[in-house]
């Protein structure tokens, strides 16, 4: 005797296999709909709405065939009025025809019928859009963004964007529920003062973004050179003491913005010392290399911002055993978007105990970050796969020494 858990399970499984069923019955209709296979006669005497509105939107849109797609319309309707794809598609071929008057009557109808559902609002903003019926789009639209995920909703904030084409009209018409979502979209669509204007929204309602959401808006301004604009955030959200983020390397690599950022290669192993992070207490990182290829090592680096026209000094710990070859690790400071001249710091000995390397450089004028990287160039020697550890501790840059501070003026050339 079955019990009652199996019972539940079989089901389960006849439903989903009638609810399959049903979808592949469903494709073989429109399938033969749409390649002509299926014959009129058949249409003729079917009772199934969306097959007689998928037919109809087939001669509608592929063959402009108004008469032959109002007559399955209505056949459609006949049995079932309450099927809103059907009026809706009613409404634009009427529209169609020039008879805008009935159309929009038939929208209203179809808007009332929609008025409590989640199913069939895309549709029926498209063909609001089409018949010119802005009055109806606003509270579509918010209703959308803010109550069905996914493809629609971006389709929606799309289209949103096109009729309100700035950032205070859509928030007016949107509502300030959906200011997140339009925040996202901002930045999908790169429109950097578009995003700003929605965060400064989302701030006066004290809204705090998720860290996902602020990296998002950090790495942005970063890919578009916006780095003055990135350091405040940055500073306010992440790190406001330090020039060097995680420089004792107390947390894990955040791999993005301004923060280490480590690629991979079957010819290194990269750990902490020790692996896991304790209350604040600075670690090492090792990096281990196998002597497998004459490895041109660039992997290990991070996107700073800085003050044009500044001295800083740089400084980092750093141990080694064994490194083989003529080339081995050393830092390099570069312009990140910028023009300026490479600035390599000492190469560290084959073996050597713990050693302070500090150096200073000058950022020039035109550049507002730099990069900071851990390098190692390819060897010309024969013997040139370098294998051997690394270990290195406390990187730091500042602006607080004896030499550092500003060297010259820089001026803003778009300034007025």
Same mark, same amino acid.
């Given at each position: 005797?079955?019990? +009652?858990?199996?019972?539940?399970k079989?089901?389960? *499984?006849?439903?989903?296999l009638?609810?399959?069923?049903?979808?592949?019955?469903?494709?073989?209709?429109? %399938?033969?709909?749409?390649?002509?296979?299926l014959?009129? !006669?058949?249409l003729?005497r079917?009772?199934?709405a969306?097959?007689l509105?998928?037919a109809?939107?087939?001669?509608?849109l592929f063959?402009?065939?108004?008469?032959?797609?109002? !007559?399955k /319309? $209505?056949?459609a309707?006949?049995?079932? =009025?309450?099927y809103v &794809?059907?009026?809706?598609?009613l409404?634009s071929?009427?529209n169609?025809?020039g #008879?805008?008057k009935?159309?929009?009557?038939?929208?209203?109808?179809?808007?009332?019928?929609?008025?409590?559902?989640l199913?069939?609002?895309w549709?029926?903003?498209?063909?609001?859009?089409? /018949?010119g019926?802005? #009055?109806?789009?606003?509270? #579509?639209?918010?209703?959308?963004?803010?109550?069905i &995920?996914?493809?629609?909703?971006n389709?929606?904030?799309?289209?949103?964007?096109?009729i309100?084409?700035?950032?205070?009209?859509?928030?007016?018409?949107?509502?300030?529920?959906?200011?997140l979502?339009?925040?996202?979209?901002?930045l999908?669509?790169?429109?950097?003062? @578009?995003?700003?204007?929605?965060?400064?929204?989302l701030?006066?309602?004290?809204e705090?973004?998720t860290? !996902?959401?602020?990296?998002?808006?950090?790495?942005?301004?970063?890919?578009? +050179?916006?780095?003055?604009?990135a350091?405040?955030?940055?500073?306010?959200?992440?790190?406001?003491?330090?020039?060097?983020?995680?420089?004792?390397?107390?947390?894990p *690599?955040l791999r993005?913005? @301004?923060?280490?950022?480590?690629?991979?290669?079957k010819?290194?192993?990269q +750990?902490?010392?020790? #692996?896991?992070?304790?209350?604040?207490?600075?670690?090492?990182? %090792?990096?281990?290399?196998?002597g497998?290829?004459?490895?041109?090592?660039?992997?290990?680096?991070? $996107?700073?911002?800085?003050?044009?026209g500044?001295?800083?000094?740089f =400084?980092? =710990?750093? !141990?080694?055993?064994?490194?083989?070859?003529?080339?081995r690790?050393?830092?390099?400071?570069?312009?990140?978007?910028?023009?300026?001249?490479p600035?390599?710091?000492?190469?560290?000995?084959?073996?050597?105990d713990?050693?302070?390397d500090?150096?200073?450089?000058?950022? &020039?004028?035109?550049?507002?970050a $730099?990069?900071?990287?851990?390098?190692?160039?390819?060897?010309?020697?024969?013997?040139?796969?370098?294998s051997g550890k /690394?270990? $290195?501790?406390?990187?730091?840059?500042?602006?607080?020494?004896?030499?550092c501070?500003?060297t010259?003026?820089?001026?803003?050339?778009?300034?007025p």
């Open positions: 005797m079955l019990s +009652r858990d199996n019972i539940i079989i089901l389960l *499984f006849l439903l989903l009638l609810c399959a069923t049903g979808m592949l019955y469903s494709a073989w209709i429109k %399938q033969n709909i749409f390649s002509g296979n014959a009129e !006669k058949y003729e079917s009772h199934n969306p097959v509105t998928y109809a939107e087939e001669a509608y063959e402009a065939n108004l008469q032959s797609a109002e !007559k /319309l $209505i056949q309707l006949k049995n079932n =009025s309450f &794809p059907a009026w809706l598609t409404a071929v009427t169609d025809k #008879e805008k009935q159309a929009n009557a038939i929208l209203d109808y179809a808007d009332s019928l929609t008025a409590e559902l199913k069939w609002r549709d029926k903003v498209l063909v609001a859009y089409e /018949l019926r802005n #009055e109806l789009l606003p509270d #579509e639209l918010r209703f959308i963004i803010e109550r &995920p996914g493809k629609t909703r389709s929606a904030l799309e289209l949103a964007y096109r309100f084409p700035e950032p205070e009209e859509l928030t007016a018409q949107l509502g300030d529920e959906n200011l979502y339009l925040f996202h979209h901002a999908r669509k790169k429109k950097i003062s @578009f995003a700003l204007y929605f965060l400064n929204e701030e006066k309602k004290q705090e973004l860290e !996902k959401d602020k990296l998002w808006l950090l790495n942005t301004l970063i890919s578009n +050179r916006e780095f003055t604009s350091a405040l955030y940055w500073q306010k959200w992440f790190d406001k003491r330090n020039i060097v983020y995680n420089g004792s390397f107390i947390r *690599f993005t913005a @301004f923060g280490w950022r480590i690629g991979r290669d010819d290194f192993v +750990r902490f010392i020790p #692996e896991e992070a304790q209350d604040d207490i600075a670690r090492e990182v %090792q990096f281990r290399f196998k497998w290829k004459n490895l041109n090592f660039n992997h290990f680096y991070q $996107i700073i911002p800085v003050q044009q500044v001295r800083y000094q =400084s980092a =710990s750093m !141990k080694s055993e064994k490194l083989t070859t003529d080339q690790p050393f830092f390099q400071i570069s312009g990140y978007g910028c023009s300026m001249k600035v390599n710091f000492q190469m560290v000995e084959p073996t050597q713990w050693t302070r500090i150096e200073n450089f000058e950022v &020039p004028c035109g550049c507002s $730099i990069l900071l990287r851990l390098r190692r160039q390819s060897s010309r020697q024969i013997d040139n796969k370098m /690394l270990w $290195i501790k406390n990187i730091s840059i500042t602006d607080d020494c004896e030499d501070g500003p010259f003026p820089c001026w803003d050339n778009n300034a």
